[in-house]
């Protein structure tokens, strides 16, 4: 699945002043994306705030980007749950027809065990008419998906073609690079390693970072995938101060106020989230006066 190797961007969802969903914003960040050179873009995962919109939300947000981009990239639906039997059903009734993938996070709260994990994701495989990457992303969900669990879902069900592992644990990386089927992806979900994680042979990133400086991380990205190791070190020393410093105040507060401070996109965020402190953005701004012109 070449086609998801590189940067992906997991999308904000941009919020106007009245709190609603701003479809001009969206737009505006598609076609950013996709003409800074990203891969291929995630669409209503956990950083698009998606557990805060309605199901008519939900379906704008798809209905334009699936519009905006118009073809230009492949498109990933983000779809997970606690609700293995409720998930299946959303699954079933979902229109597949302009994507290219489904991204599934493992349950989140009632932090299922080893073998839980394996029946959870065997049913959203068989259910899935499309290619399912999995999304290990323990600090939010209370769980972490081992790697040996990974490979026996993905060795028993050859449309699970890859994982986003966001641990930021570079030994589970390598436990997952050393005993992957072929072809199957180790993707990055982690904007601080990815790097590491991309020239220890993993196929690129799902990134928050990236999508305010997309150009930017997409260098460093496909330095690494090219091999180029001291360039890739060098543009990760460079970046590393602003990637730690967007998720000091949750994700997506602190990507929101980078991007808004680089091309003006609305701060707001939904309850219980607030927007990144006024502390943050100066330390944002002051982060990126020091990047000088390489972020414009």
Do not use: W
């Not at 068989?126 to 939010?140: D, Q």
């Amino acid at each position: 699945m070449t086609k998801f190797v590189g940067i992906g961007t997991a999308l904000v969802t941009p919020f106007n002043a009245q709190n609603e969903v701003d479809v001009l914003a969206l737009k505006k960040l598609v076609n950013h994306n996709i003409n800074s050179g990203i891969n291929y873009l995630v669409v209503l995962g956990t950083t698009a705030e998606t557990i805060t919109l309605s199901d008519a939300e939900q379906q704008l947000v798809i209905d334009t980007v699936v519009a905006e981009n118009n073809s230009r990239v492949p498109l990933v639906l983000g779809m997970g749950g606690s609700n293995t039997h409720a998930l299946v059903q959303k699954i079933n009734a979902t229109d597949f027809s302009h994507f290219d993938a489904i991204l599934s996070v493992t349950p989140y709260y009632n932090k299922p065990t080893q073998e839980g994990l394996k029946a959870h994701f065997s049913e959203v495989a068989k259910a899935a008419p499309i290619p399912v990457i999995l999304y290990n992303v323990p600090s939010r969900t209370g769980v972490n998906m081992l790697p040996k669990t990974t490979l026996e879902i993905a060795h028993s069900h050859p449309n699970v073609i890859g994982i986003k592992e966001a641990k930021g644990d570079m030994e589970q990386i390598a436990q997952l690079l050393a005993r992957k089927p072929e072809g199957f992806l180790v993707v990055s979900g982690d904007d601080a390693t990815a790097y590491q994680t991309t020239l220890a042979g993993g196929s690129g990133v799902i990134s928050v970072v990236g999508q305010a400086i997309p150009a930017q991380f997409s260098d460093l990205i496909h330095s690494a995938l090219r091999g180029h190791s001291s360039e890739a070190n060098r543009l990760n020393e460079q970046l590393q101060v602003l990637i730690e410093a967007i998720f000091e105040e949750g994700n997506p507060a602190g990507v929101k106020a980078l991007m808004n401070i680089i091309d003006s996109y609305p701060l707001q965020v939904r309850l219980p989230l607030l927007p990144a402190s006024a502390c943050l953005q100066d330390k944002l701004k002051n982060s990126l006066v020091a990047l000088g012109s390489l972020v414009s």
